[in-house]
């Protein structure tokens, strides 16, 4: 279900748990998930399925109920999204953590987020969409333009390797719409780089103005995959989001 490394990890700590979003898998996570290994954090890096809001959040419910203790769960992209809705009620999660993610409001749908600033060109960069057995479709993005529309920060090399190996998502992924937001009871941070094609940096700080962000960090120059091109500044956030629960629950 999902792929849980704690050979080094801390049992007093917050666990940690990663989910990737549309046209990546865990291994996008790669370089945060070895920081935070380095200081000692138990982390899941979750196998989104990228089936539609309402299928991904069921699974990731699933995977939060098999976590014992305190919980830090962060999102990318689309995987925003899902932990919007996987936390509510879950108390548990004692931080979100959104890395260049949608933050939708109860009712809203990613599609919809999308169309609210102008100068989006993802939906130029995706191949026509393949039909699903179910009768939904799913739709990736054109290898060609995965690097300067995803991925521009990262050695084109990298970006080719990624781009052939990207996961379809459902378009139900963009229509679903979100049930009430874990943001407004879990305290929120949000980093993404100035320069993402994917979610334009306006999005994301009109999301994290509205959920209260209680830190957010805009990357000069970074692209939509900063936790690839940047995993030192997202890993330093997730700690500083299970720190915060640590100083308040030991004032307390």
């Known amino acids: 279900m999902s792929n849980q490394l704690t050979s080094s990890s801390d049992p007093s700590k917050a666990t940690v748990v990663l ?11 790669n370089g945060v998930v070895s920081r935070l290994l380095d200081q000692g954090y138990p982390v899941v890096a979750a196998a989104n399925p990228l089936r ?7 699974y990731l419910t699933s995977v939060l109920a098999s976590i014992q203790g305190p919980v830090v769960l962060v999102g990318h992209s689309y995987g925003g999204a899902v932990i919007t809705n996987a936390a509510t009620g879950n108390s548990n ?9 949608f933050a939708p409001d109860e ?16 939906g130029q960069a995706l191949a026509p969409p393949v039909g699903l057995p179910d009768a939904g479709a799913e739709v990736s993005i054109q290898q ?6 995803f991925a521009a920060d990262i050695p084109e090399a990298d970006a080719k390797l990624a781009a052939a190996t990207q996961r379809p998502v459902s378009l139900a992924a963009f229509t679903d719409p979100s049930a009430a937001p874990a943001w ?7 980093v993404y780089g100035d320069q993402d094609k994917a979610i334009l940096a306006a999005l994301h700080a009109f999301m994290a103005e509205r959920a209260g ?40």
């Open 93 to 101: 999660v004692i931080g979100l953590v959104y890395v260049a993610a």
């Open 52 to 58: 539609g809001l309402k299928a991904d959040t069921a």
């Open 213 to 252: 962000s209680r830190q957010t960090v805009a990357i000069k120059g970074a692209s939509h995959v900063v936790m690839i091109s940047h995993p030192d500044e997202v890993a330093e956030m997730i700690q500083q989001s299970a720190l915060a629960h640590t100083l308040t629950a030991s004032v307390a």
């Open 184 to 190: 407004r009871t879990v305290p929120s941070r949000f």
């Open 19 to 29: 989910v990737h979003g549309a046209f990546a898998d865990s291994s996008s996570w």
């Open 107 to 122: 009712g809203e749908a990613a599609g919809e987020l999308q169309d609210r600033f102008p100068g989006n060109t993802l």
């Open 144 to 149: 060609d333009k995965f690097w300067t529309q």
